[in-house]
């Protein structure tokens, strides 16, 4: 019954990744979530059911798509193994059920404006905005706690944001995550998850250049992962 439980919750989280790379692959492209049904970015075929399986319809193409044969990009492959096992460790160090799914529905909202930021470098105001206010409500009891043990410091942190925004040195975006991560986190795991994704931008910073444009939510996402696998989160 247990294997059962982390087979359907390993299913879980690779389907919203692959849905999430799907949602902002038609995001950046001006494509209806909606319509049409899914086809292959180059042929532009409609996929069958079996090519739309996570991990399993990239396995069985062997990373090309089985009409034209083009290479099918590992971004997605790689997102569905790693939310799908992280799914997994969620769920075994969540102490209830409203833990998981605020954690889960945090994980799935970062990485849709993480891989908006990266194709477009801009997100979505109604999916910044309505998302986090979803995920907000239903973390109320430790906003209350993080704000009453740090509210000075949050207040002093972004207010340093704010200025580094009004500088064009970070984003709206950006400032708004981080507000979210420590309200609900505190202002300590927040601090922990920008030094690491402060870390993973500047080491992308030097290896891409300087002259290219690069999005910040992608290495704040990656932090916030890398930190709950870690056990930190």
Known sequence: MIKLLNF??????ASLASFTVC???RYQNKISILTPRSFCD?????L???QLV?????????GRCAFCGHKIPLLSFVLELIYGSLFIFISYHSLTRQAFLLATC???W?????LE???TMHVSSRLLYFGSLLILLQALPQIYLSCTASWLQLLLFFLLCFTFEKMNKLGQADTFCLLVLMLIYGFELGCYILLVATTLFLLNFYRQGRHTPHAFLPCLTAGFVILTFLGLI
């Open 117 to 119: 930021d990266h194709y």
């Open 106 to 108: 945090l994980q799935i």
């Open 110 to 114: 970062l990485l849709l404006l993480a």
């Open 8 to 13: 359907l919750i390993f299913c879980c989280g």
């Open 54 to 62: 996570p991990i399993l319809g990239w396995l069985l193409q062997k």
């Open 42 to 46: 180059h042929c532009r075929r409609q």
């Open 48 to 50: 069958k059911w079996w």
């Open 23 to 25: 949602t902002a692959f």
